[in-house]
């Protein structure tokens, strides 16, 4: 059963913009913590984004702020990581996750081991 299915990756060049979404057939995630986290091939998976399970509230690492957006519809039961100013160092295989279960209204976790739900990932490739 596919839980989460990442979309939106592709070939750009140091600049442009992507939008990658992520849709979760069959479940819905409404109470849950969403994230996005990325991972080179010389690089342990990575914290990008995170937005809580109301949409409320959003974090992000030091390394995208600025740049990347997060965001959720629940009426779609998706969500969304908007990547604005790409570089080359973006460049990795993003994977979008759900956490292990609700935890606050302001639960945003950081940390890979609080998600329980993932996808397969989809490759964003960055040119200088």
Known sequence: HVQLV???GGFVQAGDSLIL???APGRTFSSHA??????SPRKEREFVAVINWSGASTDYADS???RFTI???HAKNEVYLRMDSLRPEDTAVYYCAASVRYDGNYYR???PDEYAYWGQ????????
């Open 6 to 8: 990442e979309s939106g």
């Open 21 to 23: 979404s992520c849709p």
């Open 34 to 39: 969403m994230g996005w986290f990325r991972q």
């Open 64 to 66: 995208v702020k600025g």
């Open 71 to 73: 965001s959720r519809d």
């Open 109 to 111: 976790p950081r940390e």
């Open 121 to 128: 990932g989809t490759q964003v490739t960055v040119s200088s």
